[in-house]
C-alpha cells in the first residue's frame, strides 16, 4: 500500500503503515507533525521523535515494545531510519 515501509530487527521485518489513527496518535504524543517534518529538513528531529514516529506506525495488533524498535534504529543507524521515516513524512504531506 501507499506510504508503507518497513522496520527490520534481528532477522524479524515488520511493515509500517501510517494509519490515520497512527498518525493521530503520534501527533498526541510529539506534537504537530507538520513542524517535525520541518525539523526533520532542518537537521534537528531528535532520536526519540523518530522512534516514536516508527513505533506508532507499526500495527498495534503484532507491534514490538519500544526497546526493539530502539534496537532496529541503533542496528540500521540514522541514515538507514530516516528512510522509512522519509517514505511516512512524504506520505503525510502528499496524503492518499
Known amino acids: 500500500m501507499r506510504g508503507e515501509a518497513t522496520l527490520a530487527v ?3 521485518t515488520w511493515l509500517l503503515r501510517p494509519t ?3 498518525l493521530v496518535a503520534a501527533e498526541d504524543e510529539l506534537g504537530s ?9 532542518e537537521g534537528s528531529l531528535k532520536l526519540a521523535e523518530i522512534s516514536a514516529m516508527l513505533w506508532h506506525c507499526l ?3 503484532n507491534r514490538p515494545d ?5 534496537q532496529a534504529i541503533l542496528e540500521m543507524g540514522l541514515v ?5 521515516l522519509r517514505v ?9
Open 10 to 12: 534481528d532477522g524479524k
Open 20 to 22: 490515520f489513527e497512527a
Open 33 to 41: 507533525l507538520f513542524a517535525m517534518v520541518e525539523r526533520a529538513a
Open 59 to 61: 500495527p498495534a495488533d
Open 66 to 70: 519500544r526497546a526493539t524498535v530502539n
Open 80 to 84: 538507514g531510519a530516516m528512510v522509512p
Open 88 to 96: 511516512i513524512f512524504s506520505q503525510v504531506l502528499k496524503g492518499a
